[in-house]
């Protein structure tokens, strides 16, 4: 079992910036592809990004490419996303996610869930 705690999310202007972060416990961290998803009234949840178990690949969602950025750090068990140039759009609960194996941006293919966390982003 992993278990995934995010936070960081909070209420931020249009244009301002957050930075999510996912605290791991529980079995081998770097051993897991770590993704965040985000969910908005009314809508399914999307892919936003994904790190693989190492760090060394990256994937991005369209809409967020060239403004956010997913890292890891195995040593502290933590992943973060850097959100900038945040819009009313983004507005969501984000969730981070762990699965072992490839790289997926279907949310099924997850194993383990955080709680989630609030963003709004105010226009």
């Known amino acids: 079992q992993v278990q995934l705690v995010e936070s960081g999310g909070g209420l931020v202007q249009a244009g301002g910036s957050l930075r999510l972060s996912c605290a791991a416990s529980?079995?081998?961290?770097?051993?897991?592809?770590v993704g965040w998803f985000r969910q908005a009234p009314g809508k399914e949840r999307e892919f936003v990004a994904s790190?693989?178990?190492?760090?060394?690949?990256?994937y991005y969602a369209d809409s967020v490419k060239g403004r956010f950025t997913i890292s890891r750090d195995n040593a502290k068990n933590t992943v973060a996303l850097l959100m900038n140039s945040l819009k009313p759009e983004d507005t969501a609960v984000y969730y981070c996610?762990?699965?072992?194996?490839?790289?997926?941006?279907?949310?099924?293919?997850?194993?383990?869930w955080g709680q989630g966390t609030q963003v709004t982003v105010s226009s």
């Open positions: 996610a762990g699965k072992s194996g490839g790289t997926s941006s279907y949310a099924d293919d997850y194993d383990y």
């Open positions: 529980g079995r081998t961290f770097s051993n897991y592809r």
């Open positions: 790190i693989s178990a190492i760090g060394r690949m990256t």
